[in-house]
């Protein structure tokens, strides 16, 4: 998940820890914690969305219009008078596409494992999606990325490639496919977490201690 991590672990990573912890009242650690197990989560979920061709054509059309990457340039202004409600209903229009009727078992699951309670970790999340996409958009247009196959081999990419990520993949898809208890979440997030590569300290090393707690 190496792009993923990178993600979080930059200076604009930080400044969104900072700004959604803000937002939502929470503290940086819990939010950190939430972000860095709801981010695999949702770009395994477009990942999923991805494999069918009309996903992958409607997330392409989304990541060349809408979000192409503009909302990580000014995240001082985002976040510096509240986020703005146009980025929160576009948030929860891309949470109930990308995980549909699986959302508040998402929220559940990230809920229990950060003892965040679930209306909050549904604000972060209508937060973090357009931010994720606006990521997913710039890296899109970074490497002239044009047809579904090459998309999907870069949401590959960022999850980390590999034997490894094909195993994230199917542990996401099992979680959002399944109507388990969610449990399926520890796995996953052993898999994002290891790898042993992380900055120690940080978010790196809080992402890194999540789950030895």
Do not use: C, W, Y
């Amino acid at each position: 998940m190496s792009g993923l991590l990178e993600l979080l672990n930059s200076p604009m990573g930080k400044q969104l820890v900072s700004g959604v912890a803000g937002q939502t009242g929470q503290s940086e650690n819990k939010t950190a914690d939430v972000l860095s197990m709801a981010m695999p989560l949702l770009m395994g979920a477009m990942k999923k969305n991805a494999s069918t061709p009309g996903g992958a054509q409607g997330l392409m059309n989304a990541l060349s219009s809408k979000h192409d990457g503009g909302i990580l340039d000014d995240l001082g202004g985002l976040f510096g008078g509240g986020v703005d409600q146009n980025v929160m209903d576009d948030g929860a229009g891309i949470l109930g596409h990308v995980f549909g009727s699986k959302q508040p078992q998402v929220e559940n699951a990230l809920s229990s494992k950060s003892g965040i309670d679930a209306g909050s970790v549904a604000q972060i999340l209508k937060i973090a999606a357009p931010i994720l996409l606006g990521f997913l958009g710039k890296q899109t247009r970074q490497q002239n990325v044009s047809s579904p196959d090459a998309l999907s081999g870069l949401l590959g990419g960022l999850m980390g490639g590999g034997s490894t990520a094909n195993k994230q993949q199917s542990l996401i898809e099992s979680f959002l496919d399944s109507d388990g208890d969610g449990s399926v979440i520890d796995d996953l997030a052993g898999m994002v977490l290891s790898g042993g590569n992380q900055k120690k300290g940080g978010i790196g090393g809080l992402l890194g201690g999540l789950f030895g707690k």
